[in-house]
């Protein structure tokens, strides 16, 4: 008994000495992976996330998709380096553009860096960026405010037609610092995100309308027709249709003498 209670303690007195050096501050914390993937779409885009570094090689011409969260307080910033073709094998400028969209696919208004820059035939490089204004916690119905959810980056170029499909590499670097927390109070009862399920039946059903009814006879007005344009242009039609129909009888009938 006793030699197993030595053993026991000795092994417990290995482990407490070797946890620090398991566990050495001196590593750092874990880099986060690289993403080197694009979409082409919405539905396709690739999500990364703050400070994930982003390399890809891809070809003039396409539309590359990335997707990633935001929330209340952040005040998302990207930028994007393009290195474009040898210039011996380009023909003309290129204008490129940087669109940011939320979860319902609003275009979001970027408050800072170069989001349609044109590069002439020679440059080497260019350089975009868009910094989002701050994600709010609410807003109105009617306002277009970004809102905690799902994000799109969406980049696209312009070029003459014989420039289309030259290799090009894409880096970037998205980074979600925080504002001013309190500048608004409220709170968002769901994230913006998207519903990448188009088609799907939904569950519930919406509760039937109450029933208009006359107030002199209580009758159930639901048999009347809803007076659109179609139905002022049908009837009007129709009436013009008739006193025309009368006129024109009433020249070409015989008189009796």
């Known amino acids: 008994m006793r030699s197993f209670l030595v053993t026991a303690?000795?092994?417990a007195f290995v482990a407490l000495a070797a946890a620090p050096a398991l566990a050495d501050p001196s590593d750092g914390p874990t880099p986060i992976k690289g993403v080197n993937t694009v979409g082409t779409s919405f539905l396709t885009?690739?999500?990364?996330?703050?400070?994930?570094?982003?390399e890809v090689d891809a070809v003039t011409g396409d539309y590359l998709y990335w997707s990633?969260?935001?929330?209340a307080g952040q005040r998302p910033e990207l930028n994007i380096a393009v290195t474009l073709p040898p210039a011996a094998d380009r023909t003309?400028?290129?204008?490129w553009t940087v669109e940011v969209f939320?979860?319902?696919r609003r275009r979001q208004a970027c408050v800072a860096g170069e989001q349609s820059p044109v590069v002439a035939a020679t440059a080497t490089e260019v350089r975009l960026g868009c910094r989002l204004r701050q994600i709010r916690s609410w807003a109105e119905p009617w306002d277009g405010d970004p809102l905690p959810g799902t994000y799109f980056i969406k980049v696209s170029t312009e070029l003459p037609e014989k420039d289309l499909g030259l290799p090009?590499?894409?880096t970037l670097d998205l980074t979600a610092p925080t504002g001013d927390t309190g500048a608004d109070q409220g709170e968002l009862s769901a994230p913006l995100f998207p519903n990448n399920k188009p088609g799907k039946v939904l569950t519930s059903t919406p509760a039937p309308a109450?029933?208009?009814?006359?107030?002199?006879?209580?009758?159930?007005?639901d048999w009347l027709p809803d007076f659109s344009s179609r139905w002022v242009w049908t009837v009007g039609g129709g009436?013009?249709?008739?006193i025309t129909g009368l006129i024109g009888f009433s020249w070409t009938r015989k008189r009796r003498v």
Not at 92 to 95: L, M, R, T, V
Not at 210 to 221: P, Q, T
Request: aromatic content about 4%; overall charge negative.
């Open 45 to 54: 885009a690739v999500p990364i996330a703050p400070e994930q570094p982003v």
């Open 9 to 11: 303690g000795a092994a």
């Open 210 to 221: 109450a029933e208009e009814k006359d107030e002199s006879f209580g009758l159930s007005m």
């Open 92 to 95: 003309g400028s290129q204008s």
């Open 102 to 104: 939320d979860g319902l």
């Open 168 to 170: 090009v590499g894409v």
């Open 239 to 242: 009436v013009l249709a008739a």
């Open 68 to 71: 990633f969260p935001a929330e």
